[in-house]
């Protein structure tokens, strides 16, 4: 589904009485809504990139000082960087650094050699540091979450994003949920009607846990890497 045409169907349900403006607001606090709520697996992208000899940070955005492009819609890591050799090997992690002191050390940090340290920026939420400063050329990749963003611009050309599309009726639901509370109030049958339908959607989709039915996540456990074998 393409999100001008979710824009439209939620202004034919309202018969126009919502404005234009607070459809596309709507749609962007319940996407990120729906998106945020789990470590879902497929939010989960992946990213690659070089080390430049004397270059600590690296902007991933499109956007901003010398941007990279490598990840315009990042979020957060959800691995180390993993350094691989040129054969493809595995030769080592860079773990993320997340206290405040070893933020700052890093910041402070002017010597050079092979990185053992990342971290976010501060201030600037696409843009990764390394510390110490790298000394060559060093062969990264990680794995990321994504966020959730909707461009206005090219809405009526691009798919709703992030959730996959056999689930882009979650979003219709909670649009649908959202559209009768403000027009008609929570205690109304058809805003009960829509919630709970609403409810059953997000449960459809917390049930889509792995991208095979040999594995599935199991969040019981409180961590988005563990995984147990179905039993489905």
């Known amino acids: 589904m393409k999100v001008q045409e979710l824009a439209d169907a939620i202004r034919n349900i309202t018969e126009d009485s919502v404005?234009?403006?607070?459809?596309?607001?709507w749609i962007s606090v319940e996407l990120g809504r729906i998106v945020n709520r789990k470590p879902y697996w497929w939010r989960k992208a992946a990213l690659?990139?070089?080390?430049?000899?004397?270059?600590?940070?690296?902007?991933?955005?499109?956007?901003?000082?010398?941007?990279?492009?490598?990840?315009?819609?990042?979020?957060?890591?959800?691995?180390?960087l993993i350094e691989f050799d040129s054969?493809?090997?595995?030769?080592?992690?860079v773990p993320f650094a997340s206290s405040a002191t070893q933020v700052l050390q890093m910041v402070r940090d002017t010597t050079v050699g092979?990185?053992?340290?990342?971290?976010?920026?501060?201030?600037?939420?696409?843009?990764?540091?390394?510390?110490?400063i790298p000394d060559g050329v060093h062969h990264y990749s990680a794995m990321y979450y994504r966020e959730a963003v909707i461009d206005w611009n090219t809405?009526?050309?691009?798919?709703?994003?992030?959730?996959?599309?056999?689930?882009?009726?979650v979003l219709y639901q909670a649009m649908e949920r959202r559209a009768f509370f403000y027009l008609y109030g929570q205690k109304d049958p058809r805003a009960t009607i829509a919630a709970q339908a609403e409810?059953?959607?997000?449960?459809?989709?917390?049930?889509?846990?792995?991208?095979?039915?040999?594995?599935?996540?199991?969040w019981r456990s409180g961590s988005a890497c563990d995984f147990v074998q179905s039993t489905s």
């Open 48 to 80: 690659s990139f070089d080390s430049v000899a004397a270059i600590p940070t690296y902007n991933l955005s499109d956007i901003g000082t010398t941007p990279l492009n490598l990840a315009p819609d990042f979020l957060q890591f959800s691995t180390p």
């Open 155 to 169: 809405a009526n050309q691009d798919e709703i994003p992030i959730i996959p599309s056999a689930f882009h009726y």
């Open 114 to 132: 092979p990185p053992t340290l990342m971290t976010i920026e501060p201030g600037i939420v696409k843009t990764l540091r390394l510390s110490p």
């Open 19 to 25: 404005k234009k403006l607070k459809i596309e607001s």
């Open 87 to 93: 054969s493809n090997a595995k030769i080592g992690e």
């Open 199 to 218: 409810a059953q959607c997000l449960a459809d989709l917390d049930s889509y846990r792995a991208g095979s039915t040999l594995v599935v996540q199991d």
